[in-house]
């Protein structure tokens, strides 16, 4: 490749100073060089023109100012305070506790040194005419010990390695649930799973949604993390069984929101239509309680601008079903702190405290569950699942509109499950908007998160890191990396872990940037070992006891295959049939690799003891399952989580990536009631065994 001309030059230096990467590496290790033109549009995208010599002077020297002193700064507890800005003035830091110091900072090479060691938290650090937040973090994260040590003082000590469950909430049952799977039914699930001795429940992501269209469910594209999908509320529990009833006979639903509990998928849209008019007619008659007006005012902005968003939301699309995202609104609508919204509120308030009283309700469930999984003995309870974005239309895109990425969707390139790359439809937190914004979007995330789990499940960590960004229009390989500011980031999610004394999982799986697991490592996020990936380079599957510490174990995810959906080759079924391994490919290639992985996989079941005699057959569902949870059940790693359709034995997976209607994604419920579920005797077997191996005990 030619050496790149005097205005390519230039690019490349802003590009450097914005964080877009020239360069990658790809899954298999090759160099790739990213397109002037994919930059270009990135940088535009980023707030940062580039189109000639000047507009790239003034962005880089837009992006110098912005790194004087930011609003926000982080440093290490206990350590002395290094800050990259300019200058040696005068300091006094403000320590929450109200105690100050101050003294003259020093440079130290492209550091300034303040000679101080604070404790964890946010103080305010004057630095002579200038303030910012300076929030110093813990080394680590609260950690499983920390989990068990706390546990360990209201409870009769264990010596096992912790292992929990891992569910998707709409795929539970119980009776009266009216067609998927609520708060209530993770409760008893949560409670009856904590005593069978699992410490923790990792559960799909319960993240707001689109009331105003119920054909919008996917978990991973939410319409705001900061909020809860209103779905999973349980109109009985949240005000009583009567008055439930009486808005039941009040509907004229009573029998629609029966049959609905029978079904084998999830009805998304007739369960959202159903639940809603349901939940409507309870707050015809409700009389605001202390309890909801502190709710209320407690989620303050936040929370208003979410019920305002709903409001409009449904109040405009149902004018015009054009102005479903809100960046095709009208003009006086698109700025959530105009005249227009406040004036728009003031007119619908009933509606819009309606949408108020709907999150109060999915919250005191939400609450619920954490607190019967920590009554009945888990030491962790549940681990919520923060998705890596939203969807651009959406809530958190229209109220945060500084730190959201604009004209960009998040992605992934190339790689070897996906040749094609993948690009997800949503948007995430922009790098120089978070810095410029102090944070505070990605605080209250993180809060919101944490306020009623013992831990967080964090989508492509590495997004903390970088994110694969897509231009709006292009193809998925057609992308480019931007880096984020990750020091602050991952100190940040240290600092809210401890306070919140939440454990943190980072999926670390995909294209993993070089030194990320040990950036994991280092402040005890645990990352994720998963079966199917636990191989070397001649694919021969690695000894679960030398599986990383600093992990959580599992047989699959959400996004693979099942243990006997793996061995029977069903997730390549799956692939060949909706075209997705590439034009004239019909999964014949991948099945003669199936048959050598599958022959790999029972050798090294045979070996760590999970498994003895022949091979199965690639139909024996049960045999491959129970030896792949007895197998994972030995990692050596801090906690192993089993997913649901391992311990029940099932071929289909919750969701196949590349797919929406093609495949039923997000849709499967389970095969009895939550509460008696793991006492299925194929599924209580397998809990045994799992349990077993976290004890080092195999019981083939």
């Known amino acids: ?39 270009r549009t990135v940088l535009t995208a980023l707030g940062l023109p580039s189109n000639d ?26 350590r002395p305070v290094l800050l990259g800005v300019p200058g040696t003035p005068e300091f006094t830091i403000t320590q929450e506790d109200g105690q100050t110091v101050s003294g003259r900072a020093e440079r130290e090479g492209a550091l300034l040194r303040l000679a101080v060691q604070l404790p964890p938290g946010y103080h ?19 950690s499983v010990a920390d989990a068990r040590r706390r546990g360990d003082r209201d409870a009769r000590p264990r010596d096992n390695r912790p292992w929990g469950l891992s569910v998707q909430l709409y795929g ?5 649930d009216g067609g998927v799977g609520d708060f209530t039914a993770l409760a008893q699930f949560a409670r009856a799973a904590a005593t069978k001795g699992a410490d923790a429940l990792a559960i799909s992501p319960v993240h707001a949604q689109f009331s105003a269209d119920p054909d919008r469910f996917s978990p991973y594209a939410p319409s705001s993390r900061l909020f809860l999908n209103v779905l999973h509320a349980d109109p009985a529990a949240a005000l009583g069984e009567v008055p439930f009833r009486a808005a039941l006979t009040a509907t004229g639903l009573g029998e629609r929101y029966a049959a609905l509990q029978s079904t084998e998928l999830v009805d998304w849209p007739e369960v959202a239509r159903t639940r809603l008019a349901i939940f409507r007619s309870l707050f015809d008659h409700f009389t605001h309680d202390a309890d909801f007006e502190r709710f209320r005012a407690e989620g303050g902005e936040a929370l208003e601008s979410h019920a305002r968003f709903e409001a409009l939301h449904a109040h405009l699309i149902a004018r015009d079903p054009e102005h479903w995202e809100w960046r095709d609104w009208p003009a006086q609508f698109r700025d959530p702190a105009g005249p227009a919204v406040a004036e728009f509120a003031r007119d619908h308030a009933r509606e819009v405290g309606f949408h108020v009283f709907l999150q109060w309700l999915a919250d005191r469930g939400l609450a619920d569950a954490q607190r019967a999984a920590t009554e009945a003995g888990a030491r962790i309870g549940l681990i919520a699942d923060l998705a890596v974005g939203t969807d651009r239309g959406g809530s958190h895109s229209w109220s945060r509109q500084r730190e959201t990425l604009q004209g960009l969707t998040v992605g992934a390139p190339p790689d070897i499950f996906s040749p094609l790359g993948q690009s997800w439809g949503i948007t995430a937190f922009s790098p120089l908007g978070l810095k410029g914004g102090g944070y505070g979007a990605f605080l209250e995330m993180l809060r919101a998160s944490m306020r009623h789990a013992g831990g967080i499940r964090i989508d492509h960590a590495m997004g903390l890191q970088r994110l694969w960004v897509v231009p709006d229009g292009a193809e998925a390989k ?53 079966l199917w990936f636990e191989q070397d380079e001649d694919k021969n599957f690695t000894p679960p006891a030398s599986w990383s510490a600093n992990a959580a174990a599992m047989t699959t995810t959400h ?142």
């Open 1 to 39: 490749m030619s050496d790149p001309s005097p205005a390519d030059r230039d690019l490349l230096a802003l590009a450097e100073d914005a964080g877009v990467a020239a360069e990658w590496q790809d899954a298999r290790g090759e160099l790739k060089r990213t397109e002037p033109e994919v930059i």
């Open 172 to 176: 539970l049952r119980r009776e009266g």
């Open 478 to 530: 057609d992308g480019a990396y931007v880096q984020f500011p990750s020091d602050d980031m991952f100190r940040l999610v240290a600092l809210e872990s401890q306070r919140h004394e939440a454990v943190v999982v980072g999926e670390d799986l995909g294209t993993v940037p070089e030194g990320f697991r040990d950036r994991l490592d280092n402040i005890s996020m645990l990352g994720m070992r998963v």
């Open 559 to 700: 996004d693979l295959p099942t243990a006997a959906g793996w061995w029977c080759g069903n997730d390549i079924d799956w692939r060949a049939k909706l075209h997705l391994l590439g034009k004239g490919n019909d999964g014949s290639e991948q099945r003669e690799e199936r048959e050598h992985d599958r022959e790999n996989l029972w050798r090294s079941l045979l070996s760590s003891g999970a498994a003895d005699g022949p091979m199965p057959a690639p139909d024996d569902a049960a045999t491959i399952a129970d030896a792949a949870v007895a197998h994972v059940g030995l990692a050596a790693c801090d906690l192993a989580l089993l997913p649901m359709e391992d311990a029940l034995g099932l071929v289909e997976q919750p969701n196949l990536p590349g797919t929406t209607d093609e495949h039923p994604n997000w849709r499967r419920r389970l095969p009895a009631v939550a509460a008696e579920v793991l006492d299925l005797p194929d599924c209580d077997r397998r809990l045994g065994r799992f349990a077993a191996g976290r004890h080092g005990e195999n019981r083939t």
């Open 124 to 142: 305010r650090l004057q630095l002579g005419d200038r303030d910012t937040t300076l929030a110093v973090a813990p080394d680590r994260c609260f």
């Open 53 to 78: 010599a000047a507009a790239i002077r003034d962005s880089r020297e837009r992006l110098r100012q912005a790194a004087e002193l930011p609003p926000l700064c982080t440093a290490a507890a206990n």
